[in-house]
């Protein structure tokens, strides 16, 4: 019997409101909804929705790597198949989000990039609630599953919410590149918010600062160590 999308299930069923279910679910709604106000968007109202994107399925995605794959890889016997699919989707958003900063805003391509960025993160919502998710709850107690979902909770807060393509989707790169890099997105989104708020002549200052810091990232993000632990196809 195939188990049932964790799209179906009560809260109850998913182990109660704290548990790891229960919070994706809760993320994949908030993302379905900014889809949906991204949908018809152009110029700076198009980049605004497309910040908070990136600042929730970054953060929340890096999380999933650091914190949840490992242990579906511990307790499904096919769970390095199953997370190696999930990562090369996480691997594609990253790639997706990393070009489209570098598109002028008429770039022709920008539209053709954004569609298929949307068609991959669909995907990987439903890959996560119909297939991956069921095969853990089979594995995992609703206990188990409320401590994983404070795990997965405190991994995001701490996580990038920034794409970083060049950082590894396993252990041990992403989980030693994670804190860096996202105390430096972080400050990158404090410092973006200032510039968008600032007179017009403190804003080159901003945006000086804001490209200092993806600098930065970028060292961090090649250190070696950081490229520790992808497998070939994630691997850049
Ligand atoms: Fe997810």
Redesign the pocket.
């Known amino acids: 019997m195939t188990p049932r999308s964790i799209a179906d299930q009560t809260v109850e069923e998913l182990g109660g409101p704290s548990s790891v279910f229960v919070r994706?679910r809760r993320?994949?709604e908030e993302l379905d909804r900014l889809l949906h106000e991204l949908d018809g968007t152009t110029g700076r109202e198009q980049e605004r929705v497309l910040r908070r994107i990136d600042q929730l399925v970054f953060s929340?995605?890096f999380a999933?790597e650091t914190v949840l794959w490992p242990v579906i890889r511990r307790v499904l016997p096919d769970g390095d198949a199953l997370t190696l699919q999930v990562e090369e989707e996480h691997q594609e958003v990253n790639e997706l989000v990393s070009e489209l900063e570098t598109l002028g805003a008429d770039d022709p391509r920008r539209a053709q990039r954004i569609a298929r960025l949307v068609e991959v993160l669909r995907e990987?919502?439903r890959d996560?609630e119909d297939v991956l998710f069921p095969r853990l709850q089979q594995a995992l107690d609703a206990q188990a599953l409320r401590r994983l979902g404070l795990q997965w909770e405190v991994a995001r807060r701490v996580s990038p919410t920034r794409p970083h393509p060049t950082v590894s989707r396993r252990p041990p790169g992403n989980a030693v590149s994670g804190l860096p890099l996202s105390l430096i997105d972080r400050t990158r989104d404090l410092v973006d918010a200032g510039v968008q708020h600032a007179p017009e002549r403190i804003a080159p200052a901003g945006e000086a600062v804001s490209k200092a810091l993806a600098t930065v990232a970028g060292w961090v993000e090649r250190v070696p160590l950081a490229r520790r632990g992808d497998r070939p196809p994630t691997s850049r």
């Open positions: 994706q993320d994949h929340h995605a999933e990987d919502v996560e």
